[in-house]
């Protein structure tokens, strides 16, 4: 459908007509966000600004766009991020949640999913969903607990350090042309700190879209929305809190008994064997979602920590695709989006006396500013070097880098098609096997 269509059902929004201009004119939008620039301007005439007001004043309600990439199965999915606003370092440590200018504009939002394609031009892009948001309506402890360790950290000096891995819904992405140039002075620090601004991360975008889509099947086609329950309803204490008390009835037990007390299968081979163990136990059935960890993207991963001490292996992530990863910038890569991240550690750990694994920890993370600045080298060398064709010598993991490339793939015939036509064997980026094994053993919840 046009964006006229589209968008025709919410001319009017609390009352308030929300007026468009159909005449495209002279003016020219090229670049990243030109969609959203041609929607601002162009259909309903709004001048692009910076003020912390709403874009539809009277309405209060703000616009904003959402591109959808089309994966190889036709499906759609988010494409990346949507930003929010430019974080004031000097004026936010002023500000408290309820009366913050992030709320002021970001109170309700119309969301304008579209289908990307850099080659058609902008008032013939397909619109695929239109909707409106509350975040505050949905998600308000989060939210504001993720702006509050934002601007926690800010009023601590440590701008610097903020990471979008310290928050689950709401990120702080840096912002800039480049790194050297996004650097500003922050209050209580002679440390330059980069640039920032809110934003909802990849993962809550997509459990947004997500959501809006079911919405809107169910009442198209009646279809039943899947049943989600929030594990954090009713509660004080945070997610990683919940989860903490949640496993301590189950320390000190293997996985077999736990599947027993459970009334789970044990099938350890199977694919979401240890996912559906933290669902369970959890409080939620096999076919309920987990709101908490499909809107944040939380990560399960298993940690098996021999008689020695020692981890075996190091922790892959999904094979990277050749010909994406060299288009991408950094904090819109596929690998990126995985590291910021939280991640929910399950440890196991061998039993002295038999052949079994009991369960040791449970450790709710995310990687540090300092670690994901060096993933970034990491990452840079691997796409320059796909970009050169250069196939046989990325990082390894005796370079000592906390990340490295290697091989993941079915067998010697599992290659896909790279930026120069040639057929490589599929390879992924890994977490370094000590580097787990530090966080595992620096890192204790049910103490």
Same mark, same amino acid.
């Given at each position: 459908?046009?964006?006229?269509?589209?968008?025709?059902?919410?001319?009017?929004?609390?009352?308030?007509?929300?007026?468009?201009?159909?005449?495209?004119?002279?003016?020219?939008?090229?670049?990243?966000?030109?969609?959203?620039?041609?929607?601002?301007?162009?259909?309903?005439?709004?001048?692009?600004?910076?003020?912390?007001?709403?874009?539809?004043?009277?309405?209060?309600?703000?616009?904003?766009?959402?591109?959808?990439?089309?994966?190889?199965?036709?499906?759609?999915?988010? !494409?990346?991020?949507?930003?929010?606003?430019?974080?004031?370092?000097?004026?936010?440590?002023?500000?408290?949640?309820?009366?913050?200018?992030?709320?002021?504009?970001?109170?309700?939002?119309?969301?304008?999913?579209?289908?990307?394609? !850099?080659?058609?031009?902008l008032e013939n892009i397909q619109v695929n969903l239109v909707d409106i948001w509350n975040c505050v309506?949905?998600?308000?402890?989060?939210? /504001?607990?993720?702006?509050?360790?934002?601007?926690?950290?800010?009023?601590?000096?440590?701008?610097?350090?903020?990471?979008?891995?310290?928050?689950?819904?709401?990120?702080? $992405?840096?912002? *800039?042309?480049?790194?050297?140039?996004? &650097?500003?002075?922050?209050?209580?620090?002679?440390?330059?700190?980069?640039?920032?601004?809110?934003?909802?991360?990849?993962?809550?975008?997509?459990?947004?879209?997500?959501?809006?889509?079911?919405?809107? &099947?169910?009442?198209?086609?009646? /279809?039943?929305?899947?049943?989600?329950?929030?594990?954090?309803?009713?509660?004080?204490?945070?997610?990683?809190?919940?989860?903490?008390?949640?496993? $301590?009835?189950? /320390?000190?037990?293997?996985?077999?008994?736990?599947?027993?007390?459970?009334?789970?299968p044990y099938n350890p081979k199977a694919k979401h064997f240890y996912a559906q163990i933290v669902k369970?136990?959890?409080?939620?059935?096999?076919?309920?979602?987990?709101?908490?960890?499909?809107?944040?993207?939380?990560?399960?991963?298993?940690?098996?920590?021999?008689?020695?001490?020692?981890?075996?292996?190091?922790?892959?992530?999904?094979?990277?695709?050749?010909?994406?990863?060299?288009?991408?910038?950094?904090?819109?890569?596929?690998?990126?989006?995985?590291?910021?991240?939280?991640?929910?550690?399950?440890?196991?750990?061998?039993?002295?006396?038999?052949? *079994?694994?009991?369960?040791?920890?449970?450790?709710?993370?995310?990687?540090?500013?300092?670690?994901?600045?060096?993933?970034?080298?990491?990452?840079?060398?691997?796409?320059?070097?796909?970009?050169?064709?250069?196939?046989?010598?990325?990082?390894?993991?005796?370079?000592?880098?906390?990340?490295?490339?290697?091989?993941?793939?079915?067998?010697?015939?599992?290659?896909?098609?790279?930026?120069? !036509?040639?057929?490589?064997?599929?390879?992924?980026?890994?977490?370094?096997?000590?580097?787990?094994?530090?966080?595992?053993?620096?890192?204790?919840?049910?103490?």
């Amino acid at each position: 459908m046009t964006v006229a269509q589209a968008l025709s059902k919410y001319k009017m929004y609390q009352g308030v007509i929300v007026e468009d201009s159909s005449n495209i004119g002279e003016k020219e939008y090229s670049g990243k966000g030109s969609f959203g620039q041609y929607l601002e301007e162009v259909f309903f005439g709004i001048t692009n600004n910076s003020e912390s007001k709403p874009d539809f004043i009277d309405a209060g309600l703000e616009l904003k766009t959402a591109p959808l990439k089309e994966l190889k199965n036709g499906e759609l999915a988010v !494409k990346e991020r949507i930003v929010l606003g430019i974080i004031n370092f000097d004026s936010i440590i002023e500000e408290t949640f309820e009366k913050s200018h992030f709320l002021e504009k970001n109170l309700h939002i119309l969301l304008v999913f579209y289908v990307y394609d !850099k080659l058609a031009a902008l008032e013939n892009i397909q619109v695929n969903l239109v909707d409106i948001w509350n975040c505050v309506e949905q998600d308000e402890t989060q939210i /504001k607990k993720d702006w509050e360790t934002i601007v926690g950290k800010i009023r601590r000096g440590k701008a610097h350090e903020i990471s979008e891995g310290d928050t689950l819904y709401l990120g702080a $992405c840096t912002k *800039g042309a480049t790194r050297a140039t996004s &650097q500003v002075p922050q209050p209580f620090s002679d440390i330059l700190a980069h640039r920032r601004a809110f934003s909802f991360k990849i993962q809550y975008v997509r459990y947004i879209y997500q959501s809006l889509m079911e919405k809107r &099947q169910a009442s198209v086609k009646r /279809k039943k929305i899947a049943d989600t329950i929030r594990i954090t309803q009713n509660r004080t204490e945070s997610i990683d809190q919940i989860i903490k008390e949640a496993f $301590c009835r189950h /320390k000190g037990k293997d996985a077999f008994t736990i599947c027993k007390d459970l009334g789970l299968p044990y099938n350890p081979k199977a694919k979401h064997f240890y996912a559906q163990i933290v669902k369970r136990i959890l409080g939620a059935d096999a076919n309920q979602r987990l709101y908490e960890f499909e809107a944040a993207g939380i990560q399960i991963k298993t940690v098996r920590i021999e008689v020695n001490g020692k981890n075996k292996e190091s922790m892959s992530f999904k094979h990277m695709r050749y010909t994406e990863i060299v288009e991408q910038d950094w904090e819109d890569s596929d690998f990126y989006v995985d590291l910021t991240s939280k991640f929910l550690f399950i440890v196991f750990r061998r039993n002295p006396q038999n052949e *079994g694994y009991f369960l040791d920890d449970v450790i709710f993370w995310n990687m540090p500013a300092e670690d994901l600045e060096e993933a970034r080298k990491v990452w840079i060398d691997t796409q320059q070097k796909i970009q050169a064709g250069n196939y046989n010598s990325f990082v390894k993991i005796k370079d000592d880098r906390i990340v490295h490339v290697r091989p993941h793939a079915r067998n010697a015939a599992d290659k896909i098609i790279t930026p120069q !036509k040639t057929m490589e064997l599929k390879r992924s980026f890994w977490l370094n096997r000590d580097y787990i094994l530090n966080i595992v053993e620096n890192k204790s919840y049910l103490t």
